[in-house]
Each structure stands twice: as structure tokens, then as C-alpha cells.
């Protein structure tokens, strides 16, 4: 049984910084692709980053580039969103997703991923 566990949301004052981890289980995580989304209250759920299976690529929405880092250890089975500068707008869900590539470009849309963890919640407010 696939499970991907995300952890490390919670409350932060803008201008600071959070990082989110998912780990994997139930599959052979170095033969996914990996990536972020988050759903903000009455928005839809949209691609953040976006990591190859091997780690050699990455990719990022325009809103988050320069502030947010995607990486991987596929022998510890996480991917990690590295997150600065948080502002107001990041307020969302955050939700850690996998399907299974070995190409070396990821994927935006959400109904190519596979599998999907349960999310965290990432508050960012003073």
C-alpha cells in the first residue's frame, strides 16, 4: 500500500520560513517523480515545485521562485519543500504527490500524479 506522510506545516509570521517533508512508502520512490501542490480556501489546487526522479531537475510556479526549494534523498524515500519569505498568499494546504517517470521533465497537472498524502496546513499571518 502507497502512503505519503507530509509533516512541518503550522503558523509562521510573513517574512519567515517553513520546511515540509513527505515521506513515501509502498513504492519504489527513486522511479517517481515528486512534487508539491497547495489549495487555498475556495481556490483550485495548484502545482508549486516539481523534482525528476533522480533530483537533477526542478521546477518551480512563477509565485514561488527564488523563495521556495524542492529536493529529495531517495534513500531516505523524502522529498522537502524549503520555504522563505512566506507571505499572506502562501496560506494554503500543502500536498506532497508522486507518479511514476523516469524522464527527466515533471509534470504540472495535478491528474497525472498518482498518488497524494493527506496534506498540512501552512498558515502564514502575524
Known amino acids: 500500500q502507497v502512503e505519503l506522510v507530509e509533516s512541518g506545516g503550522g503558523l509562521v509570521q510573513p517574512g519567515g520560513s517553513l520546511t515540509l517533508s513527505c515521506t513515501a512508502s509502498g513504492l519504489t520512490f527513486s522511479s517517481y517523480a515528486m512534487g508539491w501542490f497547495r489549495q487555498a480556501p475556495g481556490k483550485e489546487r495548484e502545482f508549486v515545485a516539481g523534482i525528476s526522479w533522480s533530483g537533477a531537475n526542478t521546477y518551480y510556479t512563477d509565485s514561488v521562485k527564488g523563495r521556495f526549494t524542492i529536493s529529495r534523498d531517495n534513500a531516505k524515500n523524502t522529498v522537502t519543500l524549503q520555504m522563505n519569505s512566506l507571505n499572506p498568499e502562501d496560506t494554503a494546504v500543502y500536498y506532497c504527490?508522486?507518479?511514476?517517470?523516469?524522464?527527466?521533465?515533471?509534470?504540472?497537472?495535478?491528474?497525472?500524479?498518482?498518488?497524494w498524502g493527506q496534506g498540512t496546513q501552512v498558515t502564514v499571518s502575524s
Open positions: 504527490a508522486g507518479y511514476l517517470s523516469l524522464s527527466l521533465i515533471v509534470v504540472y497537472t495535478s491528474h497525472e500524479y498518482d498518488y
